[in-house]
C-alpha cells in the first residue's frame, strides 16, 4: 500500500488540493451569493457589473442597449434595440469558471510569484473574454434568434471552457512543477 501511495502520490496531492480550494472558493462564493441578497445591486454585485459591462460594450459596437433588473427572477434583463433578447443571470458572471480555473492552477502550483502572476493574468482573461462572449452572444440573438440552442447552449460554451483549458494546458506545459520524484 505504500508503494503504491508513493507512486501515485503527486495525483493524490493534486487531487486533495484542487478539491480543497475548489470546496473553500465555492462555499466562499456561496456565502458572497447569500449575503448579496436583498442588497443594492442585483441579483448580485458582480453579476449586476457583467451587465452594464455588456450594455456599455454593445453601446461602443453601434446597438442601442439597456439592462434593467427581471421582475420575476435574480437576472438581469438584456434588451437591444428595443428588443428583449437576453437575460444576464449569476451564471453568466464567469465567477464560477474562475474559481474552476483557480483551483486546478493552485492544485499544479509553481513558484508563488509565476503562479500569482499566471492566476490573476489567467482571471482577467476569462472575465474579458466572457464580457465579449456574452456581448456575441447578445448580438446573435439579437439578429438570429432562430439559432438560440446552437448560440447558447454550444458555441458560447466552447469559447470559455476552450480558453479555461487552454490555459490549463499553456500552464502543465510551461509552467507547473511536474518533475516525478520517483525517477
Known amino acids: 500500500m505504500k508503494e503504491l501511495f508513493k507512486k501515485y502520490k503527486s495525483v493524490i496531492k493534486f487531487i486533495l488540493t484542487f478539491l480543497l480550494v ?16 436583498g442588497s ?13 459591462q455588456t450594455k456599455s460594450l454593445l453601446e461602443t459596437v453601434g446597438y442601442k442597449a439597456q439592462v434593467v433588473p427581471h421582475p420575476n427572477e435574480a437576472s438581469m434583463k ?53 464580457l ?12 438570429y434568434p432562430w439559432r438560440r440552442e446552437i448560440l447558447h447552449a454550444v458555441i458560447f460554451p466552447l469559447i470559455i471552457y476552450g480558453l479555461v483549458f487552454l490555459l490549463w494546458m499553456f500552464w502543465v506545459n510551461r509552467f507547473a512543477n511536474l518533475k516525478n520524484k520517483n525517477d
Open 22 to 37: 475548489y470546496s473553500v472558493l465555492s462555499i466562499s462564493y456561496k456565502l458572497y451569493l447569500d449575503y448579496s441578497q
Open 40 to 52: 443594492k445591486f442585483y441579483p448580485d454585485y458582480v453579476t449586476n457589473l457583467v451587465a452594464k
Open 78 to 130: 438584456l434588451i437591444i434595440n428595443k428588443k428583449y433578447v437576453a437575460r444576464v443571470i449569476e451564471g453568466c458572471n464567469s465567477i464560477s469558471i474562475i474559481i474552476l480555473f483557480v483551483s486546478f492552477i493552485i492544485a499544479f502550483a509553481s513558484k508563488f510569484k509565476v503562479t500569482l502572476f499566471y492566476l490573476l493574468s489567467g482571471c482577467i482573461l476569462i472575465y474579458v473574454v466572457n
Open 132 to 143: 465579449f462572449r456574452i456581448v456575441m452572444l447578445s448580438i446573435g440573438l439579437y439578429n
